[in-house]
């Protein structure tokens, strides 16, 4: 089974938050157990925060970069072809490396190109306009 990881950013301080229960180095939340428990992980740490606009979750999508480093919702990634922001896709019920131009399925493209964490969209968003 694939570990479920998430990592926080608060729009409020601008910056990443740390979990300090696991790893105060660690920007992730691990959520651990069945189904239920992970919703209530979830659902709890969101009652802590005053809602969406305050903070976002951003899912570890289960892949890593070139150097080793996980790949999060938000992470900006270089490829061959350029820089692409990565999102999750409802329609597609996936993860996509996206454009301003297009978009293409994280898990196909990930294994065609060598992808390597640039930044990520909250601290770097002018790196998607190069």
Not at 48 to 63: F, K, M, N, V
Not at 99 to 121: A, M, P, Q, V
Request: contains cysteine; glycine residues 8%; aromatic residues 10%.
């Amino acid at each position: 089974m694939r570990e479920i990881k998430f990592r926080v950013w608060s729009n409020r301080k601008k910056r990443y938050l740390n979990n300090e229960r696991d790893n105060p180095n660690d920007n992730s939340y691990h959520v651990e157990g069945n189904v239920n428990e992970q919703i209530y992980c979830i659902a709890r740490f969101l009652g802590e925060h005053d809602g969406e606009e305050e903070a976002i979750l951003e899912q570890y999508t289960g892949l890593k970069d070139k150097n080793g480093k996980e790949i999060y919702e938000g992470d900006i990634v270089k490829t061959k072809l350029g820089n692409y922001e990565i999102v999750y896709s409802e329609d597609i019920a996936s993860f996509e490396c996206v454009t301003k131009i297009g978009s293409r399925c994280l898990y196909g493209y990930h294994k065609e190109n060598d992808l390597k964490i640039i930044g990520n969209i909250h601290e770097n968003p002018e790196l998607l306009k190069k």
